[in-house]
């Protein structure tokens, strides 16, 4: 168990930002050789799908619930107008994954290896600005969630033994909940600027000290459920690079997820796929 709970960090964004963007392998093979005999496999493609495997059966991290759950969503929309955005600050937490297409459904993961105490702060974050909110998770936490949330708008995922998730509970639309400063805070500065210019047509002419404030008071006038589409829409132009590649099944289904969330570019693709294919 020590040994997966180690190498379960080889499924993260920063181990394959070193792999593909900086030619950084050392970690890499060094977790994999101490931690999973990798001399019996034949590439680095083979120590990927064996270690994704074992961890599936027996460390079930929180990789394990986004990638199963970035597949799923997945099978059923299109890349090409739809975005999942990964550890979005909204309020005071952030959200494990967002999705983007004609509404925000905001998911937070809850494995089996976690706690329960910061959920019902996260979940009252995300209602603010999400249409729909589910908690994933594990079938050990089921039915005390289930029971938990029996009354209200959130919905309920669990990721059963055989790894397939199950909606236990759908999500109810949430609009009455939205709030005008966790969402505008959702923003970069270039787009709350673009959101005051799609609104009133010009950009406040002040101080680069003041322009918060001013796009703040601008903004807050408009219908907050408005706003919050237009938010929406405003986050959908983070859109990815190669989604073609992203689909690809050059690219492993294990590693569907970190691809999405470091948005590699056709070159760092390549380098990756030369990585997998590395003896």
Known sequence: ?????????????????????????????????KHFNSTSY?????????????????????????NNLFLEIFKKEKLESTLMLNELKIGASKADLVLL???VRIYEIKTE???????SKQ??????????????????FAKKIEVEYANTKIGIIILNSKNKLQTIKEAKENSSMFEFDTIFKILRKQEYLD????????IPDVPN???????YELLGKID??????????KLKERKLQNPVLLKSTNTPKELKHICNTLDFSEQEYQKLYNFLATK
């Open 1 to 33: 168990m020590q040994n997966l709970r180690v190498l379960s960090q080889i499924f993260s964004p920063p181990m394959f930002q070193k792999i593909v963007r900086e030619d950084d392998f050392v970690l890499f093979k060094k977790q994999t050789k």
């Open 42 to 66: 034949n590439t680095n493609l083979d120590i990927v799908k064996s270690l994704y495997k074992s961890l599936q059966k027996q460390y079930r991290c929180e990789y394990i619930y986004k």
């Open 101 to 103: 297409n004609g509404t």
């Open 113 to 119: 290896l976690d706690g329960l105490a910061k959920l």
């Open 123 to 140: 979940l009252n974050d995300y209602q603010k600005f999400a249409d729909k909110v589910y908690v994933v998770t594990d079938e050990k």
């Open 195 to 202: 959101l005051v210019f799609d609104n009133y047509e010009f």
């Open 209 to 215: 000290t003041k322009i918060f404030r001013v796009c």
């Open 224 to 233: 907050i459920v408005d706003f919050q589409k237009q938010v929406l829409s």
